[in-house]
């Protein structure tokens, strides 16, 4: 029962351009959000968070939209670069359920951002 | 300021042996999960220590078994390898009630 989906496995854009990435969840008790980074050969780093009170988290060229009747949420990076280039997992956990900080992911998109 | 260390950061094992993992979680935090990648998956929970003891566990088998100790590090076992169980084990740090984990950069294990 895979409970976080990120039904693209790869993504392509150019440079300058923006990058959209997406999520969706399916249990509704899920109350934060996370997006990890991961380059081969390092462990993921964290890169932007979202609280289910909140419908919008921007930290510089990072947005994260959460859409709660739609169980979805995205990852905006804008302008986008080649360092950019990474394997980006969406996060979620449920604090109700003394679920604190387990976090389950979704098995990833591989974003490449091209010259 | 170190972040999460693991060690090895790659092991070879047969079928059948036991293999412990090691973890020093990032300078201040006090809890440490560990957790599954296999390839082309996100990552899996496993289960979390606190205080020395697993507060939490996900869908793993006992095979799975774990240690965290008083300076907070922590060791993973998993006995009676099974081919199935190569991935990358990551093992995560956090503390102070901030949901945001810190990951090591993880130990590969290959069952052959």
């Known amino acids: 029962d895979q409970q976080v989906k990120q039904n693209s496995p790869s993504l392509s854009v150019q440079e300058g351009r923006i990058s959209i990435l997406n999520c969706d969840y399916t249990?509704?008790?899920?109350?934060?959000f996370l997006w990890y980074k991961k380059y081969p050969a390092e462990g993921p780093t964290f890169l932007i968070s979202?609280?289910?009170?909140?419908d919008k988290n921007e930290d510089g060229r990072f947005t994260v939209f959460l859409n709660k009747s739609a169980k979805h949420l995205s990852l905006h990076i804008v302008p986008s670069q080649p360092g950019d280039s990474a394997v980006y997992f969406c996060?979620?956990?449920?604090?109700?359920?003394?679920?604190?900080?387990?976090?389950?992911f979704g098995a990833g998109t591989r974003l490449a951002v091209h010259p | 300021d170190a972040g999460v260390t693991q060690s090895p950061t790659h092991l070879i094992k047969t079928r059948g042996q036991q293999v412990t993992l090691r973890c020093s979680p990032k300078?201040?935090?006090?809890?440490v999960s560990w957790y599954q990648q296999a390839l082309g998956q996100g990552p899996q929970f496993i289960f979390q220590?606190?205080?020395?003891?697993?507060?939490q566990r996900g869908n793993f088998p006992d095979r799975f078994s774990g240690h965290q100790f008083p300076n907070y590090s922590s060791e993973l076992n998993v006995n009676a390898l099974l081919l199935g169980d190569s991935a990358l084990y990551l093992c995560?740090?956090?503390?102070?009630?901030?949901?945001?984990?810190?990951f090591g950069s993880g130990t590969q294990l290959s069952v052959l």
């Open positions: 300078s201040g935090h006090d809890t």
């Open positions: 996060a979620a956990s449920a604090s109700f359920s003394g679920g604190y900080n387990k976090l389950i």
């Open positions: 220590y606190y205080e020395e003891e697993e507060r």
């Open positions: 249990n509704s008790m899920f109350d934060y």
């Open positions: 979202i609280s289910s009170i909140k």
């Open positions: 995560a740090s956090n503390g102070g009630g901030s949901e945001k984990l810190f």
